[in-house]
């Protein structure tokens, strides 16, 4: 079945040390997302890329890293600059051309303390 | 940028009753998509609406783009409908494709037997 596969479901770490959420899709779509959002809130653009090797910053990247090495892979880095890192991250993937609708992962549920 | 304005915040209805969602976004859009979140957290994309009207099953959608507003119509309700429903926009304008969506904070649906 093809889709977004989001690992893992849960994460816990302390404060201070870098974590990195996995994403990975076979859905051959160009274009993957990162989202985070808070408890009662809509989602927020993390970062976002386009083509393998090419990422662009979204509303909130700061504190954020990530990197595009293969078309299906798109991983998130929570840095320690992050200053309120636990919420819940979503991956996102759609296909590079208008009136493409985005296709969501599971979501990773991050907690630091 | 953007603003993106639903309501109500809430809504608690019995099962077999009819809804309206509505978003109301500050500025024009060329891509405009509804989404439900179930319990879990699990995204699911519903409608790409950025105009007129779309329906599916019990669900219906229709974008007035000219007066910035959507509306998202539930029929003959669910319990398996519960969850939260979102509205999200990219502002006109934007270029390369993709989906880099503003999301608004959601109507929580409870529907109850």
């Known amino acids: 079945d093809g889709g977004i596969t989001q690992s893992p479901k849960y994460l816990f770490r302390k404060e201070g040390q870098n974590v990195t959420l996995s994403c990975e899709q076979n859905?051959?779509?160009?274009?993957m997302y990162w989202y985070r959002q808070d408890p009662g809130q809509g989602l927020r653009l993390i970062y976002y890329s386009q083509i393998v090797n090419d990422f662009q910053k979204g509303d909130i990247a700061e504190g954020y890293s990530v990197s595009r090495e293969k078309k299906e892979s798109f991983p998130l880095t929570v840095t320690s600059a992050q200053k309120n890192p636990t919420a819940f991250y979503l991956c996102?993937?759609?296909?590079?051309?208008?009136?493409?609708?985005?296709?969501f992962g599971n979501g990773t549920r991050l907690t630091v303390t | 940028g953007i603003q993106v304005e639903q309501s109500p915040p809430d809504l608690i209805l019995q099962e077999g009753a009819n809804s309206t969602l509505r978003c109301n976004f500050s500025d024009s859009v060329n891509n405009l998509q509804w989404f439900h979140q179930n319990p879990w957290g699990q995204l699911i994309n519903l409608f790409y609406i950025p105009s007129g009207t779309k329906q599916n099953g019990r669900l219906s959608a229709t974008t007035v783009a000219t007066e910035r507003y959507s509306l998202l119509y539930i029929s003959s309700s669910q319990t398996t409908d519960s969850g939260v429903y979102f509205c999200?926009?990219?502002?006109?304008?934007?270029?390369?494709?993709?989906?880099?969506?503003?999301f608004g904070t959601g109507t929580q649906l409870k529907v109850e037997l």
């Open positions: 996102a993937s759609s296909i590079l051309t208008d009136n493409s609708p985005l296709h």
């Open positions: 999200a926009v990219e502002p006109s304008g934007r270029t390369g494709g993709g989906n880099k969506l503003t």
């Open positions: 859905l051959n779509h160009d274009a």
